[in-house]
């Protein structure tokens, strides 16, 4: 490993607002997040696949009443988000290293109220169709740690295919779906949307790449009425994604 890798696994590991697998936290807190993390009742975001943390750290500057989650299995990127949480003492942050896959050792039934899904893999191929952080599997996922109203869901790509992909499944599901674009810049002026923008999105802007945004609901895994949940041998999704990712890393 290298010595700045190193160094920043060491920031994450003296930082409080950073749990990850070794502090007993991580398989503790599951459920009582407002209780003994942030002692207060306040809403739960998470932003999923957070990279650098730029929606965690950016939106929790501009709502202090709700408390705001970045996850991300690579320690070597949530690091930047949860020192800047952690100099600027903000009190609604949090990170959590951990493969999404496994959201339930943190996260328990009417957690969350709301996720962004930011910049996800496209994973564009077919036989990883299940990988994608926006298939059914992850759909249902989310739903079992939902708040009991639902949950409000962002997902913003640069991957035509993605988009097209997950507005599909969306319909399919029937899920409700608040808002979609394929070219965010030019369909709306909600600053959270534009002034937010995270790693990958600055590059995908820097040559021009419109930026896709979907804002949809999931219902909490208690309705288990809703197609999310009854459609339980759901064929898989052949739609080949059309476009592959301009940047790795
Ligand atoms: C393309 S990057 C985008 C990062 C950031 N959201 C941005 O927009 O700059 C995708 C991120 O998702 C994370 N990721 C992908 N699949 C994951 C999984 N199953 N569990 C946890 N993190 C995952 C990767 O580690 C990576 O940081």
């Given at each position: 490993?290298?010595?700045?890798?190193?160094?920043?696994?060491?920031?994450?590991?003296?930082?409080?607002?950073?749990?990850?697998?070794?502090?007993?936290?991580?398989?503790?807190?599951?459920?009582?997040?407002?209780?003994?993390?942030?002692?207060?009742?306040?809403?739960?975001?998470?932003?999923?696949?957070?990279?650098?943390?730029?929606?965690?750290?950016?939106?929790?500057?501009?709502?202090?009443?709700?408390?705001?989650?970045?996850?991300?299995?690579?320690?070597?990127?949530?690091?930047?988000?949860?020192?800047?949480?952690?100099?600027?003492?903000?009190?609604?942050?949090?990170?959590?290293?951990?493969?999404?896959?496994?959201?339930?050792?943190?996260?328990?039934?009417?957690?969350?109220?709301?996720?962004?899904?930011?910049?996800?893999?496209?994973?564009?191929?077919?036989?990883?169709e299940a990988?994608?952080?926006t298939s059914l599997r992850f759909l249902r996922l989310y739903s079992l740690?939902a708040?009991q109203q639902g949950l409000?869901a962002?997902?913003?790509?640069?991957?035509?295919?993605?988009?097209?992909y997950s507005l599909g499944l969306f319909r399919e599901l029937n899920l409700q779906i608040e808002?979609?674009?394929?070219?965010?810049?030019?369909?709306?002026?909600?600053?959270?949307?534009?002034?937010?923008?995270?790693?990958?999105?600055?590059?995908?802007?820097?040559?021009?790449?419109?930026?896709?945004?979907i804002?949809f609901l999931i219902p909490a895994a208690s309705v288990p009425h809703h197609p999310l949940f009854q459609q339980l041998d759901f064929p898989p999704i052949?739609r080949?994604?059309?476009?592959?990712?301009?940047?790795?890393?």
């Open positions: 490993m290298g010595r700045k890798k190193q160094i920043n696994f060491e920031k994450n590991r003296r930082n409080p607002k950073v749990i990850e697998p070794g502090k007993d936290e991580f398989l503790s807190i599951r459920g009582k997040w407002n209780d003994t993390f942030f002692g207060n009742d306040s809403p739960i975001v998470l932003e999923i696949g957070c990279g650098r943390g730029e929606y965690t750290v950016g939106l929790a500057k501009r709502y202090p009443q709700v408390n705001f989650i970045g996850v991300d299995i690579k320690g070597s990127r949530l690091w930047k988000g949860a020192s800047q949480a952690l100099e600027e003492n903000l009190n609604n942050v949090a990170f959590v290293r951990n493969k999404v896959e496994n959201l339930q050792q943190q996260f328990a039934e009417n957690e969350v109220s709301e996720i962004w899904i930011t910049f996800p893999d496209p994973r564009p191929k077919e036989r990883d990988k994608r952080l740690m708040h409000k962002h997902l913003k790509t640069d991957d035509l295919g993605l988009y097209e808002f979609f674009t394929d070219d965010l810049y030019r369909s709306t002026n909600a600053e959270e949307l534009l002034n937010i923008q995270t790693t990958y999105e600055k590059r995908y802007l820097s040559i021009n790449k419109p930026i896709k945004y804002q052949k080949e994604l059309k476009e592959r990712k301009a940047f790795t890393g």
